[in-house]
């Protein structure tokens, strides 16, 4: 987790620095938040199987604050109209990620008898 959280800060500051344009930024921030909810899913997946209520806080929807950025940034013009699409189909894939590792979390619970 270290190693991403690292390589998130370095494209962060890369882009305050203009060395990065804005799509780059948001897609590599995307990318990041793929590898991100995978490794958090992996790593707690024990204990979002048995503990449901634990889900919203181990397993957040991690689409949310990254939409806002590609509409905030479509909004003020710093990326165009075919890069606004590329990081909606981008934004889709995270989001469909999100809902099979809850897919598989709820058959899980269904097989060992837990509540869903």
């Known amino acids: 987790m270290e190693g991403i959280a690292l390589r998130e800060n370095n494209i ?3 882009w305050q620095r203009n060395q990065l344009s804005t799509y780059e930024y948001l897609s590599a921030s ?13 790593r707690h997946k024990a204990l ?11 397993h957040t929807r991690p689409d949310t604050k990254l939409r806002n950025s590609i509409a905030e940034a479509y ?17 889709s894939a995270l989001l ?12 899980e619970r269904f097989n060992l008898g837990y509540p869903r």
């Open 30 to 42: 995307i990318d990041l938040a793929h590898e991100k909810s995978l490794f958090r899913f992996n």
């Open 12 to 14: 962060k500051e890369s």
């Open 96 to 107: 469909d990620l999100w809902g099979e590792q809850r897919r598989i979390l709820t058959r």
């Open 75 to 91: 909004a003020m013009g710093r990326i165009g109209d075919p890069e606004y699409e590329s990081l909606m189909v981008q934004i």
């Open 48 to 58: 979002l199987t048995r503990y449901p209520k634990w889900v919203p806080s181990l």
